[in-house]
């Protein structure tokens, strides 16, 4: 039965219904709509008696506002996928697989920050202060000038940050915290959006730079705070492959900057390092390369990264042959075989294939759609590609094989990590040392790889 004024939200997707339902009319899941007492927020305007306001002031587009000042926090990798630094005032989400290393990363930027004098809190609701500070010291940052508190109630987080004046804070996590003003435990969407709510409102109302960390579930969604990346100001995710240490921060959303920018660490024993050049830090660089493998010449955000395309390409044991790929999109994937298929006679619908992107990072370039087709093209084949041979180029249905961006940036990385070969599209001008072999259709690239014909 719905009460007067009551309101049932989703705890799984966050929408919010009027009736109580077993089942989310919006997402399907079962027994997660819970009600919530619709209220105004805490602070936000009543309106007035007379219903009259002051009536708002417009301005120009062209009015001259000053570039936000900026936090460098000292880890140029985050400070690069925030935009150059973190803007007082704004709020940031950071979402991750819990043990992806959230906590790490942003103990290391406060941390830095504090050390290049920032006013600087840490505030845990997962683990106790003698917890963090023995991983502080085990990475070295033990004598950096962090406030640290290991809170959950909001109301005293609240309190603790009116006392001092801070430029950044750290809450680890969302989903710890309560609000006594809301009946719901914590972690649900209603404590999570109302803790979100009072803590942006905070770092608005006095410039200081609020990270929330929100852990997301097994489906990638960040459910829970997925509900509050309209409140924040940027959305960053840290992703990375169980059993490799390399770490990607990725932009998800930024008012203050690019969001394809990417940064790279290495988790050790110190915590995580910086990777100011990637570039080739996905390359195997053990051995020769077999048939079966394409070093494809990516560009992630603002940097050349180069990175290996394993296939395997293998009669199939089973009615059903297999496809499995990990670090690139099974849609994709499906439509490369389909190309390879109908536009270049390659017979792979009774073979299992297997796909891998080397090192444990994501490729969502439609760049590298050639790199996947010459890998699987070369494991069919039993072929192998030239050693010092590159990949990049964007696939069509119709088999043609489309320019991308940044041709000439790809190539120049190519030739400083020793290749000297492209496998491109037909229009791309050789940048010395780099020679290409342009293929202008798949067909043509592959028929060359079948070949081993490459001068
Ligand atoms: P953590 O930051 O606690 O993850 P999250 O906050 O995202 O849940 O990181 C946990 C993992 O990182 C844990 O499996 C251990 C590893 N780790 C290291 O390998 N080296 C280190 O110096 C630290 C601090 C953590
Ligand atoms: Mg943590």
């Known amino acids: 039965m719905a009460r007067d004024g009551a309101i049932y939200a989703c705890q799984s997707c966050g929408a919010v219904q009027s009736k109580w339902a077993g089942q989310c009319p919006a997402c399907g899941a079962w027994n ?17 008696k007379t219903g009259r306001g002051r009536g708002l002031a417009f301005e120009g587009l ?22 150059g630094g973190v803007v007082p005032g704004s709020a940031i989400l950071l979402g991750g697989d819990p043990g992806v290393g959230k906590s790490t990363l942003l103990l290391q930027v406060a941390a830095q920050a504090a050390r290049g004098g920032a006013a600087c809190a840490y505030i845990s609701g997962e683990e106790a202060v003698e917890q963090i500070r023995a991983r ?35 809450i680890d996590s969302i989903q710890t915290l309560w609000s006594d003003a ?14 979100a ?23 990638g969604a960040i459910a829970g705070p997925r509900v509050i990346e309209h409140m924040v100001d940027a959305v960053l995710a840290f992703e990375g492959e169980r059993g490799y240490p390399f770490r990607i921060l990725r932009g998800a959303k930024n008012r203050f900057g690019a969001t394809d920018e990417i940064g790279v660490f290495e988790m050790g024993d110190m915590g995580l390092r910086e ?13 020769e390369r077999a048939a079966g493998a394409a070093v494809f010449a990516g560009i992630e955000g603002s940097r050349p990264v180069l990175v290996e395309f394993q296939a395997l390409v293998a009669p199939s044991a089973y009615g059903t042959p297999r496809r499995a790929v990990v670090g690139w999109d099974t849609g994709r994937l499906a439509m ?53 041979c590159v990949v990049f ?11 991308v961006s940044r041709m000439e940036a790809r190539l120049k990385e190519a030739a400083k990590l020793g290749f000297r070969r492209a496998l491109a599209p037909s229009d791309v001008d050789p940048v010395p040392p780099m020679a290409v072999t342009g293929a202008s259709r798949l067909a043509e690239a592959v028929r060359r790889i079948g070949d081993g014909e490459w001068t």
């Open 136 to 170: 502080a010291q085990r990475m070295g940052l033990a004598d950096a000038p962090v406030r640290l508190a290991a809170e959950t109630s909001l109301r005293e987080i609240l309190e603790g940050l009116k006392r001092d004046r801070f430029d950044l804070v750290v």
């Open 32 to 48: 997660t709509l819970v009600e919530e007492v619709a209220s105004r927020p805490p602070g936000a305007m009543a309106v007035s």
């Open 393 to 403: 180029g964007e696939i069509s249905l119709s088999g043609e094989v489309r320019p």
């Open 197 to 219: 709510g009072e803590l942006v409102r905070m770092a608005k109302k006095r410039g200081v730079a609020v990270i929330l960390v929100g852990h997301v579930t097994k489906d």
């Open 62 to 83: 062209a009015d001259t506002t000053p570039a936000p000042p900026r936090i460098t926090t000292g880890v140029e990798e985050f400070d690069r996928v925030c935009g």
């Open 336 to 388: 490369v075989l389909a190309v390879l298929e109908a536009r270049c006679g390659l017979a792979l619908g009774d073979r299992d294939v297997y796909l891998n992107v080397a090192g444990g990072l994501r490729i969502s370039e439609p760049a590298a759609d050639l790199a996947a087709a010459a890998a699987l093209a070369s494991s069919a084949l039993d072929q192998a590609l030239p050693q010092d």
């Open 182 to 195: 809301h009946e719901a435990g914590p972690g649900s969407v209603t404590q999570v959006r109302a803790a």
């Open 275 to 287: 990777v100011r050049n990637p570039s080739a830090l996905f390359l195997d660089t053990s051995g």
